[in-house]
C-alpha cells in the first residue's frame, strides 16, 4: 500500500535551532504536502510541492519534493516557540487526487 | 467565512448504538472528505465526495456511511459504534481539480465508543 515514513517521531530543541524532518515512501505520489496540527485542530496546510526536485520556502520553513517522487523533507530554520506541534508529511496517490496518505506525524516541542 | 465546522465536539458511545457526525463548509468547495486520526497516528481517509450525489470510498470505509445530498453538507454514520471507531474525526473540504488540491480541515469530533 501507500504507506508514509515520517521522521523522527519527535523532537525536542531549544528556541533558535533549526529542525528538519522528513518522510518516504516505497510508493511515488504526485504531490506532497506539508501540515502543522495545533493541540485540539485540524491540520493546516504549510507547504505543497507539485514537481519532482521541487524545492520551496515559506518564511522560516523549506521544503523540498525528492527527484524519485518518493521522498520529501522540511526544514524550520531559527525556531520559535510558537513552532511548537505536529507536523504531518502527506502525498497526494499518482493515480487519484482525492487518495492522500498522511505519515505519522513529528512532535515538535521547542523550548525557551 | 466560518469554514469547515463539525459537531459535536465530543461524544461518548455506547457498543452498538449509532450516531452521526455533522460536516458544513461554507466556502462552495465540490470536494469533501471524512478521515479518522488515532493516537500517535496520521489521518486516513474515511470516504470522500467529488460532487453533490457523489461519494466513494477511501482507506479504511468499513463500519461508515456518508451521503451528500447538497454541495455544503457532508454526514458520517455510524450505524453499530464498536471500540475500534474510538478516534478523532476530522472533515476537510477543497476545490476541484486544482494542482496540488489544499484541503481546508474541521475543527475535529472526537468520538469515545465504550
Known amino acids: 500500500g501507500q504507506q508514509l515514513n515520517q521522521s523522527p517521531q519527535s523532537m525536542f530543541i531549544q528556541e533558535g535551532e533549526d529542525v528538519s524532518m522528513n518522510c518516504t515512501s516505497s510508493?511515488?505520489?504526485?504531490?506532497w504536502l506539508w501540515y502543522k496540527q495545533d493541540p485540539g485542530e485540524g491540520p493546516v496546510l504549510l507547504i505543497a510541492l507539485y514537481k519532482a526536485g521541487e524545492l520551496t520556502s515559506n518564511g522560516r520553513l523549506t521544503a523540498q519534493f525528492g527527484i524519485t517522487r518518493k521522498d520529501s523533507f522540511l526544514n524550520i530554520s531559527a525556531s520559535i516557540p510558537s513552532d511548537v506541534g505536529i507536523y504531518f508529511c502527506a502525498g497526494q496517490s499518482f493515480y487519484n487526487n482525492n487518495d492522500m496518505r498522511f505519515g505519522a506525524g513529528t512532535r515538535l516541542t521547542v523550548k525557551p | 467565512n466560518a469554514g469547515v465546522t463539525q459537531t459535536p465536539k465530543f461524544r461518548i458511545l455506547k457498543i452498538g448504538q449509532s450516531m452521526t457526525l455533522q460536516c458544513t463548509q461554507d466556502?462552495?468547495?465540490?470536494?469533501m472528505y471524512w478521515y479518522r486520526q488515532d493516537p500517535g497516528m496520521g489521518l486516513k481517509l474515511i470516504y470522500y465526495s467529488v460532487g453533490a450525489g457523489i461519494t466513494d470510498k477511501g482507506e479504511v470505509p468499513n463500519g461508515y456511511n456518508v451521503s451528500r445530498s447538497t454541495t455544503e453538507d457532508f454526514p458520517l454514520r455510524l450505524e453499530l459504534a464498536a471500540p475500534s471507531q474510538t478516534s478523532v474525526y476530522f472533515c476537510?473540504?477543497?476545490?476541484?481539480?486544482?494542482?496540488?488540491?489544499?484541503?481546508?480541515f474541521g475543527p475535529g469530533t472526537r468520538l469515545t465508543v465504550l
Open positions: 476537510a473540504s477543497s476545490y476541484a481539480d486544482r494542482a496540488y488540491n489544499e484541503q481546508f
Open positions: 466556502m462552495n468547495h465540490n470536494y
Open positions: 510508493s511515488i505520489f504526485n504531490t
